[in-house]
Each structure stands twice: as structure tokens, then as C-alpha cells.
């Protein structure tokens, strides 16, 4: 069960790391800044324009 | 691990002229990747790169909270796979099946072991120890300033040419398709609502909005067999595909100059989470399904005259399925996100060698979906009707010549049983991929009943990563080209002004747009042509990386293990010289371009037949140039190579110095 937990837990983790949650995460805590509507909207809109000025894969 | 791959591969060639099990090739494949990696990965990671857990990476020294970030191996992992997985390793195996199930398993399965995951893996150490340069910066640093450019120059047209090629895909997939087409617009409204709810309603919520999005679109796809049933919005639905095409291009174009937040972003997000979901929901189906290859191990279109794409098995095979074996674009991956991500050195071979193999592994499945088809079928949906006649009589009879038996009324019926209007000549793999995923999931659970859902599930599926391909793709493109205009005309480089954004971004669109339509006018379907364009030129970057892999491993130990690399890079110069080679000079009017040119020439002088001339010399002269770019980048190497092993030039190696990590292993 334990095992299962865990794999759960690293499962959501690398989502959450897809979806940039944790990369957020980590801006707030580096910044000490607190999350609000116009903090997210300046961290997604320069980490978006930095991963879409590299190729994508085919 | 080796007896078991030794074993299952032998199976696979033993059991010839009977119908073999799937289960044998995915055995054979896994066996071969962990012996693979545990000897041959391990040796070089070891022996050759010397990675140093107690060596600090770019991440901790360079951390900022933004890129640079020690992360977890595993998430890594996930993370550097979503960004290697695309439409490639699905598409490709599926074409390359017309050779049948063998050729393409082979080079599937020991492409990735000795030369994709070297690859991969050998430029993410590479970039690891130069503070996460990239793929261009290291070939300027190692290799010199012709080298940079033209890898610069070369990825640029690469980008041209994949970007048509996929919306080609996807426009034969959808064309005729009403249920399809519904399903595929209605995912941009809803990435807009996701974009605005991610923006203003629950900011910073993607997994929650992704999973309301995921909702949407399963939605769309259950309203979509509704649209195709009901009369006026099925017409309203069909499009032929030039209306397709022109709509995906203006689509491209408004998407590359669209906010990215807005439709780019969000969609991106889906795509990401619906590909690892459907990626792992095939690897369940097929072992629980284990369906029988129903293709031979080898078709009589081993001798080049396939109806899908012409050309022999060397090099045709090698250069169509690219991603899944090698694949030059995932040496921008591992040398861009990654290694500003990895907390250990020793992490690189899981991630990098790891990775590819299971790239590699999504080849494999792909391959099988296809070969489960009868190939019959699979023929009837992948021959152009140019190749086998419009009609569905014509069509049956001559693929039933093949020694392929298929009916009218099969096909008939199978078009009924998923929701279309028919399944002839659908060219471009992606609709024969739905369909022998739709199979498998199909036969997992609900029958019959259920294969439209899935054919339909499983289009999406593809048609949404492909379109995230295309407007990622177009604003890439434009940032290369201000790139390299900026250097002729200063202001076209500023990515802030707005008429050199719009003029560079219709630059890129025109010139893919251009190739798009070439695509779609061609009367042999368009991937004849396109996807051997696509494959050399993928191939031909992936000869880069390893130029630039030879040009380190030579200054770090001489020619000791120069031939990790070199050996790959050999067969890859060999295979992409021979394939343009034929591409451009071949008498064959089905391979060579100038023979089609040629040919062309002497029918009637129309204009639809003067354009279709120019665009087969225009199809020659790009892959004359990228053959040019290739060969220049492999000499300037070979002098350089040639230097250090006569110790004529210094063996100066441009790593970080040696930093000691401070990272405790619970902080990883």
C-alpha cells in the first residue's frame, strides 16, 4: 500500500511538473512572494515565452 | 535479460509464413533495451563520461528558481519524455510497415540501443557540463562558426518541412471526417475557455483546469458522432482538404501571433497529459490484448515499389522512422530544459539513454497496432488513390493483386462501424494508427459497439499534439528566422517589433503552407514525397549531434571511444546521403524527383502540371541544400577531428571546472 502511496505521490509530481504547478511552486518560494492572480499571470507569461521560443520535438 | 531478447528475436525470425504473436516483438524489444542499457548505457555513463555524483550540475550552481532547478530524476524523467514524444515514433513505424512487421521492428529496436539513446545521451552530458548549452552553441564552441550557423540554418528547414508534413497528417486524417473535424475545432474553443479560466478564473490551477479540458473534449467527441449523423452540420462539418489545409495554415498563423497563454498554452497542457494517458492505455491494451501480426515479417514491397512510399528497404526504411530509432530533434531537447534540471550527473543516463528507449518502446507499439490490421485494410487506408484508383472497386482489386485480399463491403462496413464515410486513401498513417488502436482498446473492453469512440478518441489524440506541433512550431520558426535576419537587418531581430513579427511570422507560414499544399495537390497523396523530406532532414540533424558528440568525446580520450558515436554517425551519413541521393537523381519517377519532373514534362502543359514540376525540382534543390548544409558541417568536424589526432590543434575541453555538490540526497 505504502508503495502504491508513493507512486501516486510521483505520478501527481511529474504532472504537476508538466503543468508548471511546481515550477510556480518554486518561483514563489524563491521570490518569497504569495500566490495570487496577477503573480501567476507574470510567471506563466515569461516561462511561456521562454519554452515556446525553443523547437518542439516531433 | 540478453537470453530472453536473444530468445524472442529468434522467435520472431523463426516463425515464418504463420501469423505471430505481438507479445514476441514487445518481449524482444524490452529484453534488448535493459541489457542494452544496463551494459552498453552503463559502460559509457562509467567508462566514458566518468559521471560524478559528487560533481555540482548546472541546477545547483546556476540555480534560480526559474530554469535551472535540482529536480527529482524521476520527474525529470516524465518531464524530458512528454518533450521527446510526438507524432514521429507513432507515425513513422506505421508507414514503414508497408515493408512489413520485421525491417522496421529491427531498426526500431537497435537504432534507439546504439545510436538514438547514445545520442540523447551524450549531448545532455555534453550540455550538462557546459551550464546547459545547446545543441547550436556547443557545435560553435566545439566545432567552429560554420558549423553553429548551418546547424542553425539546417533546423530551420527541418522545422519547415516537419511542419507541413504533420499538417498533412492531419488533414488527411480529417478530410471527409465530419465527426472528426467537429471534434478537432471544438478543441479550440475549449482551449481558449481553458486559457481564460487558467488566466482569470483559477490562476496557477492546470492540473484542474487540464482535467475540465479533458472532460470538454470527451464531450466533443461523444457530440461529434451526433454532428456526423444529423444531416445539414455533416455537410457543414465535411471539408475536403484544401479547405483543410488552408484552415490549418491561417489557423497557424493566428495561433503564432495569438497570445500564447490563450490557445498555445493551455492546449499544450492537454495534449502533454492526454499523450502520456494514451501512450500508457496502449502499452495495457496490447499486453492484455496481445494481438497476432497479421502483416508478414516481409512484404514483396521490400523491392521498392511500395504504394505508400516508393524505395527500397536501405535506406527508405531507415530514414522513415526516425523518432522511435534516431532522431536528431531530441538532441535540441537534451541539450535546451534538461539539463538545467538534472540534480545528479548520474541521473543523465535514466533520463537521457533512459528516455529514448522508451520512445523507442512507443515505436514498437505503434508498429504493432499497425501490423494487427489485416493488411488489406491496412493498404485500402494507407495506398494514395493515385497508387490503387479512386474507386473502391479499383482500389480492392488492385491491392486483392498484392496478394492482400480485401472487399468493398469489408471496408465498407468498417468505415460504417467507426463513423466514416469511407477508409480509402487516407493517407499519412495517422487515420491506419486510430485504427488499430480503436482495435486494441476496443477489444479490451466494449466491442464493436465502442470502435468509432475509440478511431475517434485515438484521431484526436493525434490531431491534438500535432496542432500544438504546428503553432509551437510556427513561432519557433520565427524566432529562428529573426534570428538570422537580425544579422542582415538589426530591427527584424527585435522580437518586440511588431512588423517584423508579423512579417516573419507569414515568412514561416507561406514557406510550410507552401509545402502543405504541394502535399495536398500531389496525386500520390503527398507523404510519398514529404516524409522521406522530413525523415532525411531529421536524420540529418541527429548527424549534427553526433558530429558534435565525436568532436568531445575525441578531445576527452582521444580516438579511444570515438567509435560510441562515430559508428552511428557513419551508418546515419551513409543511409541520408544514399536516400537523397535516390530522392533527387533516381530514374524511378515514383522515387527520384527530377525522373518525376521529367516524366511530368511530357504530358499536358497545364498550370496545375507546370506547378507540379517546379514543386518536384523545388523538393530536389531542398534536399540538394540540406545534403550541402549536412556535408559542410561533417568536414569542418572531420578537420577539426583530424587536427586533435595529430596534435596539430589543442585538446582543449570546454567543461565547467569541477564544483563539489552540496545537495543532501534528501533534497533530491
Known amino acids: 500500500m505504502r508503495r502504491v502511496r508513493e507512486g501516486m505521490k510521483l505520478l501527481m509530481a511529474i504532472l504537476r511538473e508538466l503543468g508548471d504547478e511546481n515550477a510556480y511552486r518554486r518561483h514563489l518560494a524563491w521570490h518569497n512572494r504569495q500566490h495570487s492572480a496577477e503573480e501567476w499571470r507574470s510567471f506563466s507569461e515569461e516561462r511561456l515565452r521562454a519554452r515556446y521560443s525553443r523547437a518542439k520535438c516531433c | 535479460m540478453a537470453v530472453g531478447a536473444a530468445l524472442c528475436a529468434g522467435g520472431v525470425a523463426v516463425y515464418r509464413g504463420e501469423h505471430i504473436n505481438s507479445i514476441w516483438l514487445v518481449l524482444a524489444a524490452v529484453c534488448t533495451y535493459a ?25 545547483e550552481r546556476l540555480r534560480n528558481g526559474h530554469d535551472f532547478e535540482p529536480t527529482n530524476k524521476w520527474i525529470v524523467f516524465g518531464h524530458h519524455f512528454a518533450a521527446i514524444a510526438g507524432p514521429g515514433p507513432l507515425v513513422g513505424p506505421v508507414l514503414a510497415a508497408q515493408f512489413g512487421y520485421l525491417p522496421g521492428t529491427l531498426w526500431i529496436i537497435i537504432g534507439a540501443v546504439l545510436g538514438g539513446a547514445i545520442q540523447d545521451f551524450v549531448i545532455l552530458f555534453a550540455s550538462l557540463r557546459r551550464d546547459g548549452k545547446s545543441l547550436g552553441q556547443m557545435a560553435r564552441e566545439e566545432i567552429g562558426k560554420i558549423g553553429g550557423f548551418a546547424s542553425l540554418l539546417t533546423v530551420l528547414l527541418i522545422m519547415i518541412i516537419l511542419l507541413a508534413v504533420v499538417a498533412l497528417v492531419v488533414v488527411n486524417a480529417l478530410r471527409g471526417s465530419a465527426w472528426g473535424t467537429f471534434t478537432i475545432g471544438a478543441t479550440m474553443p475549449i482551449a481558449i475557455f481553458m486559457g481564460l479560466y487558467l488566466r482569470y478564473v483559477r490562476p496557477g490551477k492546470v492540473l484542474e483546469c487540464s482535467a475540465l479540458g479533458f472532460v470538454l473534449v470527451m464531450g466533443a467527441i461523444f457530440a461529434g458522432r451526433s454532428v456526423a449523423a444529423s444531416g445539414s452540420l455533416t455537410a457543414f462539418f465535411t471539408l475536403g ?28 497542457y492537454l495534449s502533454t497529459f492526454v ?4 501512450i500508457f492505455l496502449l502499452a495495457v491494451g496490447i499486453l492484455f490484448v496481445r494481438p497476432e501480426l497479421q502483416l508478414p515479417a516481409l512484404t514483396r514491397f521490400a523491392d521498392g515499389t511500395g504504394p505508400i512510399f516508393a524505395g527500397k528497404i536501405f535506406p527508405f526504411c531507415f530514414i522513415t522512422i526516425a523518432c522511435g530509432a ?29 528516455s529514448m528507449l522508451l520512445e523507442s518502446f512507443v515505436a514498437i507499439m505503434a508498429m504493432v497496432a499497425a501490423c494487427a490490421l489485416q493488411p488489406g485494410v491496412y493498404f485500402a487506408v494507407n495506398a494514395p488513390a493515385g497508387v490503387v484508383g479512386s474507386a473502391p472497386a479499383a482500389a480492392v482489386a488492385t491491392i486483392s493483386g498484392w496478394g492482400f485480399p480485401v472487399t468493398a463491403p469489408q471496408m465498407a462496413g468498417l468505415a460504417k462501424d467507426v463513423g466514416e464515410q469511407t477508409l480509402f486513401g487516407r493517407t499519412g498513417g495517422a487515420p491506419s494508427l486510430a485504427l488499430g488502436m480503436a482495435h486494441i482498446f476496443a477489444r479490451s473492453g466494449g466491442g464493436q459497439a465502442v470502435l468509432g469512440f475509440w478511431y475517434h478518441f485515438a484521431i484526436m489524440f493525434e490531431a491534438l499534439f500535432i496542432l500544438t506541433i504546428i503553432d509551437a512550431g510556427t513561432r519557433v520558426g520565427r524566432f529562428m528566422l529573426q534570428d538570422l535576419l537580425g544579422h542582415i537587418a538589426p530591427p527584424l531581430g527585435r522580437t518586440s517589433w511588431m512588423p517584423g513579427v508579423i512579417a516573419t511570422s507569414l515568412a514561416i507560414v507561406v514557406a510550410w503552407g507552401y509545402f502543405l499544399i504541394q502535399g495536398v495537390r500531389d496525386p500520390l497523396g503527398g507523404i510519398n514525397s514529404l516524409w522521406p523530406l522530413f525523415g532525411i532532414a531529421n536524420q540529418l540533424l541527429a548527424a549534427i549531434a553526433f558530429c558534435v558528440a565525436t568532436t568531445i568525446l575525441l578531445k576527452m580520450h582521444g580516438a579511444r571511444y570515438m567509435a560510441i558515436t562515430c559508428v552511428p554517425l ?17 530514374p524511378s519517377p515514383a522515387i527520384g524527383f527530377l525522373a518525376q519532373a521529367e516524366k511530368l514534362s511530357h504530358a499536358a502543359g497545364t498550370a496545375a502540371n507546370r506547378a507540379l514540376i517546379f514543386n518536384a525540382r523545388l523538393d530536389a534543390a531542398l534536399c540538394a541544400i540540406l545534403m550541402l548544409l549536412v556535408a559542410t558541417i561533417l568536414l569542418d568536424s572531420v578537420r577539426v577531428w ?12 570546454s567543461e565547467t571546472p569541477f564544483v563539489a555538490t552540496q545537495l543532501r540526497a534528501e533534497e533530491l
Open chain 2, 35 to 59: 541489457t542494452g542499457y544496463r551494459f552498453y548505457g552503463k559502460f559509457i555513463a562509467v567508462r566514458v563520461m566518468a559521471l560524478n555524483e559528487k560533481r555540482a550540475t548546472p541546477a
Open chain 2, 275 to 278: 499523450k502520456l494517458g494514451v
Open chain 2, 241 to 268: 482538404a484544401m479547405p483543410l489545409a488552408i484552415a490549418i495554415i491561417i489557423y497557424g498563423f493566428l495561433a503564432s501571433a495569438l497570445p500564447v497563454w490563450l490557445l498555445l498554452a493551455p492546449r499544450d
Open chain 2, 326 to 354: 534516431v532522431s536528431g530533434f531530441h538532441a535540441l531537447i537534451a541539450s535546451g530544459t534538461t539539463p538545467k534540471m538534472l540534480a545528479r550527473e548520474t541521473h543523465a543516463l535514466p533520463v537521457g539513454y533512459g
Open chain 2, 642 to 653: 583530424v587536427g586533435i589526432l595529430r596534435g596539430t590543434r589543442a585538446r582543449r575541453v
Open chain 2, 570 to 586: 557513419a551508418w546515419l551519413v551513409v543511409v541520408t546521403f544514399a536516400a537523397s541521393w535516390q530522392k533527387i537523381f533516381s
